[in-house]
Nanobody
């Protein structure tokens, strides 16, 4: 089994910054794509950022210039640096990853989520 565990969520004031981490563990050979999503109460899950193993990234307009996704391939860890936070960023944040196991078997896993609250 492949497990993803998020950390770093909490309460922050508008304009502040927060860094989320996602640690990947289990029987894996490699990690390919890694992503961040969020979901606010009563809202659909929203895509935030994607990063491939070669470092290429993708962001929607809602977070471009404020959020930065990165990965530590040696330690199988995903990060999301969030700056200039707004009240509208309040949501549960989820990490996602996919990759390969031995023998070319594939895996695809989600974390349980971490709460981010932006409020004065």
């Amino acid at each position: 089994q492949v497990q993803l565990v998020e950390s770093g969520g909490g309460l922050v004031q508008p304009g502040g910054s927060l860094r989320l981490s996602c640690a990947v563990s289990g029987t894996i050979f490699s990690i390919s794509a890694m992503d961040w999503y969020r979901q606010a109460p009563g809202k659909q899950r929203e895509f935030l950022a994607n990063i491939a193993r070669d470092g290429r990234t993708n962001y929607p307009d809602s977070v471009k210039g404020r959020f930065t996704i990165s990965r530590d391939n040696a330690n199988n860890t995903l990060y999301l640096q969030m700056n200039s936070l707004k009240a509208e960023d309040t949501a549960v944040y989820y990490c996602h990853a996919a990759g390969l196991k031995a023998g070319a078997a594939m895996w695809n896993s989600w974390g349980q989520g971490t709460q981010v609250t932006v409020s004065s």
